[in-house]
């Protein structure tokens, strides 16, 4: 079946290095990512998207890249702070007539003060 | 402002029992999906409604069912309650369904003992 999935469960990265989390999808019909943060005792919480026809998009010290070849998504967190320690997931948007999210596993990124 | 609110924050079931899980959405919003979230695993996509439609249903059993009310309030319903249906369940609200508008409650920890 379809599905999302990451490459690391976890990801420790020293406070002020920047942060790569990866993903691997299977879904080659898929045109629409997100990126989710996800802090313990909330709900994930949207951090940027990006469309098929795009390859890379930039937000506030966040960044997305898509490889559509290998199907593969990243987010590079720059400067990375302890606020950014979360389990952070990719997911796709399902067509069909109404918005279905598909969540791969998650990574949990911890920041080493 | 308030988010999306969701009731009860932890539940406590034995297998076989019912429970239900509420949800209230950001003011204005008309959809509402929920979604269950294992531990240690990306939220699963059970349901969205929209205008107290059903407009999507994920591969969930029936023992699962939802309904939302005018007032755009929602209630998620399940039946026969077993072990593995202990899990994070979250709700996430939105204007109309449009992905990156979705806003997440903290969820609702159930524990089916």
């Known amino acids: 079946g379809e599905s999302v999935g990451l490459h690391l469960p976890t990801l420790s990265v020293q406070e002020g290095d920047n942060s790569i989390i990866n993903c691997a999808y299977s879904n080659s019909a898929s045109d629409y990512f997100i990126w989710y943060k996800q802090e313990s005792g909330k709900g994930p919480q949207f951090i940027i998207d990006i469309r098929s026809n795009m390859d890379k998009r930039q937000g506030q010290r966040v960044t997305v890249l898509l490889n559509k070849t290998v199907k593969h998504l990243s987010l590079q967190i720059a400067a990375t702070q302890p606020g950014d320690s979360a389990v952070y997931f990719c997911?796709?948007?399902?067509?069909?007539?109404?918005?279905?999210?598909?969540f791969g596993t998650g990574t949990k990124l911890q920041v080493i003060p | 402002d308030a988010g999306v609110t969701q009731s009860p924050t932890h539940l406590i079931k034995t297998r076989g029992q019912h429970v239900t899980l509420r949800c209230s959405p950001i003011?204005?919003?008309?959809?509402v999906s929920w979604y269950q979230q294992v531990l240690g695993q990306g939220p699963q996509f059970i349901f969205q409604y929209y205008e107290k439609e059903e407009r999507g249903r994920g591969n969930f059993p029936d023992r699962f069912s939802a309904r939302q009310f005018p007032n755009y309030s929602s209630e998620l319903n399940v039946n026969a309650l077993l072990l593995g249906d202990s899990a994070l369940y979250l709700c996430?609200?939105?204007?109309?369904?449009?992905?990156?508008?979705?806003?997440f409650g903290s969820g609702t920890r159930l524990t089916v003992v």
């Open positions: 997911a796709e948007l399902s067509s069909g007539g109404y918005q279905k999210v598909t």
């Open positions: 003011s204005g919003h008309k959809s």
């Open positions: 996430a609200s939105s204007l109309s369904g449009i992905l990156q508008g979705y806003t």
